[in-house]
């Protein structure tokens, strides 16, 4: 989670107490939507991390197997 993500969560989770301590409804979601959003864009980092290692993974299979398919051992 970055710096901004952090600081987003931290501001949602105020908002969110001091709209239960004030009874204030909307202070509250207002603090739920801010603490969603940035746990959404972790998760979006956290999936685009894993694709990206997947994808790197992969290519070095491909590689490797055409690197098997295509060499000359008459050589």
Do not use: P, Y
């Amino acid at each position: 989670m970055g710096l901004g993500d952090k600081i987003q969560e931290t501001v949602g989770k105020a908002k969110e107490g001091l709209g239960d301590a004030l009874d204030n409804e909307k202070l509250r979601r207002d603090g739920q939507k801010d603490r969603l959003e940035a746990n959404a864009k972790e998760a979006g980092e956290h999936v685009n991390e894993k694709v990206g290692d997947a994808t790197g993974s992969l290519a070095d299979k491909v590689e490797d197997a055409t690197d098997r398919f295509t060499r000359d051992d008459n050589k």
